[in-house]
C-alpha cells in the first residue's frame, strides 16, 4: 500500500503562484508514476502532470508552459509548481500514484484562483 498527503493548496489572485507537495509513505519502493491530478465542480477529473521514476515528465496543454511537476526522492515528495495560474485553474488537486498493480489517490487540496 501507499499512502499519499497532499498539502499546498489555498486561494490565490490571478497571475500568482502555488505550489502543492504530495508526501509518499508505505510501499514507495515499488511507485513507477506519480502525478497531479485535478477535478472541478461538474467536469470530468483531468490529469494535470506527471513524472516517471527515471524523471520523464509529461503535462497537458492546458498547464504547459506554467506548471512544473518534480519530485525529491530522498523526502518521497513530488511537488506541483504552479505559476501564472488562472481562474481556470480552480479545482481540487490530487496526487496519484501508481505501480504495477495498483493506483493510488491522496485525498485531494482545493486550489482557488480568483480574478
Known amino acids: 500500500q501507499v499512502q499519499l498527503v497532499e498539502s499546498g493548496g489555498g486561494l490565490v489572485q490571478a497571475g500568482g503562484s502555488l505550489r502543492l507537495s504530495c508526501a509518499a509513505s508505505g510501499s514507495i519502493f515499488s511507485i513507477r508514476t506519480m502525478g497531479w491530478y485535478r477535478q472541478a465542480p461538474g467536469k470530468q477529473r483531468e490529469l494535470v502532470a506527471a513524472i516517471t521514476s527515471g524523471g520523464s515528465t509529461s503535462y497537458s496543454d492546458s498547464v504547459k508552459g506554467r506548471f512544473t511537476i518534480s519530485r525529491d526522492n530522498a523526502k518521497n515528495t513530488v511537488y506541483l509548481q504552479m505559476n501564472s495560474l488562472k481562474p481556470e485553474d480552480t479545482a481540487v488537486y490530487l496526487c496519484?500514484?501508481?505501480?504495477?498493480?495498483?493506483?493510488?489517490w491522496g485525498q485531494g487540496t482545493q486550489v482557488t484562483v480568483s480574478s
Open positions: 496519484n500514484a501508481r505501480n504495477v498493480m495498483s493506483v493510488f
